[in-house]
């Protein structure tokens, strides 16, 4: 098995694992907007915690962290059947293999990833 295929089922389960985690945020989110429709409570000066807004406004940037992830690995998996999959965007070279185990979605070596 080449370098590129050990990654295949890590990039797999990670998508699998980051779409559950979207569907379950939306199922929040749609839960916690009903809430909110059905209830008489000013949630937006209630002093006893976080309001129904804060909730949704944290689920709503997770939802899209999630989408962002989704994208990521898509396109991480989509380089490998093309066989571009481990090679720097920027320069080329081969991403170090520690580097693809802690990020297997990453499309830069370390030298060009300035915090991406």
């Keep these: 098995m080449g370098v590129s295929e050990h990654f295949r089922p890590l990039l797999v ?3 699998t694992e980051t779409r559950k985690a979207r569907a379950g945020l939306s199922t929040d989110i749609t ?10 409570v000013d949630d937006e000066h209630d002093p006893e915690g976080s ?3 804060f909730e ?3 689920s709503a940037t997770l939802l899209r962290d999630a989408d ?5 690995l898509e396109a991480a998996l989509l ?3 093309e066989g571009r999959y481990g090679s ?12 693809l185990e802690a990020r297997p979605w990453t499309r ?9």
């Design 13 to 15: 389960r990670e998508l």
């Design 31 to 40: 839960s916690t907007s009903d809430l909110r429709r059905e209830s008489n």
């Design 51 to 53: 309001t129904i807004a």
């Design 56 to 58: 949704l406004s944290q």
């Design 68 to 72: 962002a992830r989704i994208a990521e």
């Design 79 to 81: 380089r490998l059947e």
């Design 88 to 99: 720097c965007e920027v320069c080329g070279t081969a991403i170090a293999e520690g580097r």
């Design 108 to 116: 830069f070596c370390i030298n060009h990833a300035g915090g991406r």
